[in-house]
C-alpha cells in the first residue's frame, strides 16, 4: 500500500516556494502518493479551492497540519478547519484508519504569549479579561483531535519533521 498523504497549512500556498514540488519529492522518496493542494494550476476561485481541499483531506490516508502560529498566536484557522474535517472521518469512522500528524518549528505556548496571563484553578490560565487561556502549547480542540486519533506531533525545522513524519508513517502502514 501507498499511503496517500495530504500536507495542511499556510506554508501549502506560499507563492514564494514551489511547496508542491518539495512534498511531491518528499512522498516519491518514501513511497507515498501526495495530495497537494498546489499540485495543479494555481485555484483562484475560493469554492474550489475549499472543495479541493476536503475532498483531498478525506481522501488522504495521512493528513499532516502544519499548526506554527499563523497571523497570531494559534495556527491558521483554515488548517484548523481541515483537522476538524479529517478528525470527523476518523471519529465517525468513514476513515477509521486515517492517521492525523502535526507539526511546527517549535513548541510555544500560548499562556507565554498572551500579556499579563495569570495562573488561575488548577493551573490553568486566564488573560486580563477573563478568557481562559490553555496551558499546553496548543488548543484543546487541536490537541486532543491529533492524541485521540493516535497521532503525534513533531517539532523542528520543516525539512527535518517531514523526515521524522515519513517514519512514522512507514511504522503505521504497510508499504507494497
Not at 493542494?37 to 476561485?45: A, F, H, I, S, Y
Not at 488561575?120 to 499546553?136: E, M, P, Q, R, V
Request: charged share 20%; proline share 8%.
Amino acid at each position: 500500500m501507498r499511503p496517500i498523504v495530504y500536507p495542511a497549512g499556510p506554508e501549502v500556498f506560499n507563492i514564494k516556494r514551489d511547496d508542491a514540488a518539495f512534498v511531491e519529492q518528499w512522498a516519491h522518496n518514501n513511497k507515498f502518493l501526495a495530495l497537494h493542494p498546489g499540485r495543479t494550476p494555481v485555484l483562484t476561485d475560493p469554492t474550489m479551492i475549499f472543495q479541493r481541499c476536503i475532498e483531498d483531506v478525506i481522501a488522504a490516508d495521512v493528513a499532516m497540519f502544519d499548526l506554527q502560529p499563523f497571523r497570531g498566536i494559534y495556527p491558521d484557522v483554515g488548517t484548523a478547519f481541515e483537522q476538524g474535517v479529517a478528525y470527523a472521518c476518523v471519529h465517525f469512522a468513514a476513515r477509521p484508519k486515517k492517521l492525523l500528524l502535526a507539526y511546527a518549528p517549535e513548541m510555544v505556548f500560548p499562556n507565554s504569549v498572551v500579556p499579563n496571563a495569570t495562573t488561575w484553578k488548577g493551573g490553568l490560565c486566564k488573560d486580563t479579561d477573563g478568557y481562559f487561556i490553555d496551558a499546553s502549547p496548543w488548543n484543546t480542540m487541536i490537541y486532543e483531535a491529533i492524541i485521540q486519533t493516535g497521532g503525534e506531533f513533531f517539532y523542528g525545522p520543516r525539512e527535518k519533521v517531514f523526515d521524522e513524519m515519513a517514519a512514522h508513517i512507514k511504522a503505521h502502514f504497510t508499504l507494497a
